[in-house]
């Protein structure tokens, strides 16, 4: 695949589970103020960015591997967001005085670096790698 379609494909993926999140997120409120037929909207829509969109997507990019290679590249994925919401958002928030969004990513830094913990000793646990393989 080329590498642009490739790049194409990654942004849509980040797309619809945006737009799966978001919406998942006003089918709660909505279901909290008693609106009982948007949050079934909103819900459709979510369940079609992910259902329909991501997931054709990700099956064209091969998102998914071996569970050895899904454990590697989600490590990766874990340490560059520990990194960039630790090191980077924080600092910049601080930096601005944007406190609590600071707090925020801190600690939304740290749940990512325990969950990279947890898969590390997956993968150390992994017997065999990868039935696959």
């Known amino acids: 695949m080329h590498a642009q379609t490739r790049a194409h494909l990654m942004t849509a993926m980040r797309n619809a589970a945006f737009t799966f999140a978001r919406y998942r997120l006003c089918a709660i409120q909505a279901r909290d103020h008693g609106r009982d037929q948007l949050a079934d909207l909103f819900d459709e829509t979510a369940t079609e960015a992910y259902f329909d969109h991501f997931v054709k997507e990700a099956i064209l990019v091969r998102l998914i591997g071996t569970d050895a290679q899904n454990l590697h590249d989600l490590i990766g994925d874990k340490q560059r967001e520990t990194d960039q919401l630790g090191d980077g958002f924080?600092?910049?928030?601080?930096?601005?005085?944007?406190?609590?969004?600071?707090?925020?990513?801190?600690?939304?830094?740290?749940?990512?670096?325990?969950?990279?913990?947890?898969?590390?000793?997956?993968?150390?646990?992994?017997?065999?790698?990868?039935?696959?393989?």
Do not use: K, W, Y
């Not at 830094?109 to 646990?125: S, T």
């Open 90 to 133: 924080a600092e910049q928030a601080d930096a601005v005085g944007d406190t609590r969004a600071a707090s925020c990513f801190r600690r939304v830094g740290e749940h990512e670096r325990q969950r990279r913990e947890r898969l590390l000793i997956a993968m150390r646990n992994l017997d065999p790698p990868d039935p696959a393989e």
